[in-house]
């Protein structure tokens, strides 16, 4: 019986000698950054917080990695200064693009690697204007697309506004992202604009706004595809004067 307590006890002891050795792997400071590209304008892509991100795979760990995703920004912009330094796969998704058909294989490392990616939009949200009247707010806009073959149906244009520079389907005020202030669109590309892409129809959406309050406006349109993510306009800032 003692014979097995010693057995027990030092086999324990081993445990926690082992648990206590110090962890000699470094922390991981690799480095990648980047943009989302619209390769039909060669500008960021303009996008909401969480409307699409990064995937990547560390193909030098393992065969079969689990997947990462790296946020990209408003402004189309990402990074992460937190990687293992190794070689990935990585590709954009889940937004509103056609899909990527090409993997880009990354050699990421603690120098630091600036990685882009050129994406192909569904639409584009052009000639954007907000104009005040009062308190009366019209914003307005029209579309073009891209790519006309095979584009899923038209859903819906819908303002966005905010009381700040976070403006998106993500970030908006609640009373203005109702079925009063959008138009219902539910067409195919064919009935509202033309085989080169170009849009028949302005959209337009007026909305009464409070005295003395300042706002981030955008206006975005969404097609029926997977993720039914948003393509956007530029933001806007509207200044309401307070009342007199």
């Not at 998704?93 to 603690?110: E, Q």
Request: proline share 5%; hydrophobic share 35%; net charge negative.
């Amino acid at each position: 019986m003692k014979k097995a307590i010693y057995i027990l006890m030092a086999a324990a002891a081993a445990l926690l000698s082992s648990c206590m050795e110090i962890d000699n792997f470094d922390a991981p400071a690799a480095k990648v950054e980047g943009r989302l590209i619209d390769k039909t304008t060669g500008q960021n892509l303009l996008v909401d917080q969480a409307d699409t991100h990064i995937r990547i795979w560390e193909r030098s760990y393992s065969t079969n990695p689990a997947p990462q995703d790296l946020a990209v920004k408003m402004d189309g912009t990402y990074k992460n200064t937190r990687l293992f330094s190794g070689t990935y796969d990585m590709l954009p998704l889940d937004g509103a693009y056609w899909p990527c058909d090409t993997t880009y294989n990354v050699a990421i490392g603690k120098a630091g690697k600036v990685q882009d990616f050129e994406v192909t939009p569904y639409l584009h949200v052009v000639d954007f204007t907000a104009e005040l009247d009062g308190t009366t707010l019209t914003l307005s806009c029209k579309l073009q697309a891209p790519v006309t073959e095979g584009l899923p149906m038209v859903i819906e244009v819908r303002p966005f506004l905010s009381l700040n520079h976070f403006c998106g389907a993500a970030n908006h005020i609640d009373y203005y992202y109702t079925d009063d202030y959008r138009v219902l669109i539910r067409k195919a590309w064919s009935r509202i604009g033309d085989a080169e892409g170009n849009g028949s129809e302005t959209y337009s959406v007026s909305m009464q706004v409070k005295p003395g309050y300042h706002y981030w406006v955008r206006m975005g349109v969404q097609v029926n595809n997977q993720y039914k993510n948003w393509n956007y306009s530029e933001i806007k800032e509207i200044d309401v004067p307070k009342a007199n």
